[in-house]
């Protein structure tokens, strides 16, 4: 990304942009082609319910605008959505809707990428890449409540007054004023807690589920909870090297390949294929700086039996036999 683009979608953010660079975006054919397909995606994410309230709130904004100013508007939506296309690997995309009289922020990470935002209250959040974060302008009542989507580390801000709760669709860890880590991705059966800390209150099993089960996490303790034969594990762990990855480190120690496939995966935004006895069986240490996957990879077949191939943009991971 040139210089001049990146200044013009630095004004774009900041709604500084002047009529000449507001036509030279938008006819750009990147952003025409970003634009539709990311769209297109966003309408088929979204519920019912949802699509209703956020085209009323368009139209309210629309009304009184001029035609060009209502194409603008239109557009304009779909350029910040495409934002994370235009820069490639990396970056962030937000947007805002309305729920119940108030904004709610949504912030979507990229690949290899670790955002950070810190919510009203002062908490301070790093999301992993391919990750979701939902949050509201300010906390309200005697909640504080966000969802999450992916891999999140919280540092939050101390107010015994008002518990500190993030959702996932799996599990709600609650904390007065504590720093911990959250991995629950929808395509992993693995989720995971690891308190850095104070300390949390977990509850297992996600809202439709039969029987919930509550966990209490103390400082450098690791939760591993499997949803297919919900299994519950806790173990010491250093909690410090295990969060690493928020200060763009991925750390491993004498870690099972499962679990660091799960999070290269999520760190590259890649399938990698491994047999289960394999995942299991398989331990490694090492960290992970600006070497790409396929230098993991390597890395991990020159120190082991194990094996990598490319097919179709996936890696598959096996033992030769003889």
């Known amino acids: 990304m040139n210089e001049d683009t990146r200044t013009i979608l630095g004004k774009l953010m900041n709604d500084a942009l002047d009529e000449d660079e507001r036509r030279r975006l938008l006819y750009d054919p990147r952003v025409t082609r970003a634009m539709r397909a990311q769209w297109d995606e966003a309408g088929n994410r979204l519920d019912p319910a949802m699509k209703r309230r956020v085209w009323k709130r368009i139209m309210a904004r629309t009304r009184a605008i001029d035609p060009i ?24 995309i937000y947007w805002s809707y309305v729920r119940e009289d108030r904004y709610i922020y949504v912030m979507t990470s990229g690949i290899c990428c670790v955002e950070s935002v810190t919510l009203s209250d002062g908490t301070k959040v790093k999301i992993g890449p391919n990750s979701q974060l939902i949050y509201p302008d300010k906390f309200r009542g005697k909640v504080r409540d966000v969802e999450l989507k992916g891999q999140a580390f919280f540092d939050v801000a101390k107010d015994p007054a008002r518990p500190f709760t993030v959702h996932t669709k799996n599990m709600d860890v609650t904390a007065l004023g504590t720093a911990f880590e959250v991995f629950d991705h929808d395509s992993e059966n693995k989720l995971e807690t690891i308190l850095l800390r104070g300390k949390v209150r977990i509850g297992l099993g996600g809202p439709d589920a039969k029987e919930r089960r509550e966990v209490i996490l103390n400082p450098n303790e690791m939760l591993v909870y499997d949803k297919r034969s919900n299994a519950l594990d806790v173990k010491t762990v250093d909690a410090e090297n295990y969060s690493a990855w928020h200060k763009g480190v991925l750390a491993f120690e004498n870690e099972r390949l499962s679990m660091i496939l799960a999070r290269l995966e999520t760190w590259f935004g890649r399938r990698i294929k491994c047999p289960e006895k394999i995942a299991e069986e398989y331990r490694f240490t090492f960290k992970v700086r600006n070497e ?19 097919k179709d943009n996936e890696y598959e991971l096996y033992i030769e036999e003889r």
């Open 69 to 92: 100013g209502r194409q603008w508007i239109y557009k304009i939506t779909a350029v910040v959505a495409s934002i994370l296309l235009l820069l490639g690997v990396g970056g962030a």
């Open 292 to 310: 790409s996957l396929e230098q993991i990879l390597y890395m991990l077949s020159t120190t082991s039996p194990i094996r990598y191939r490319e």
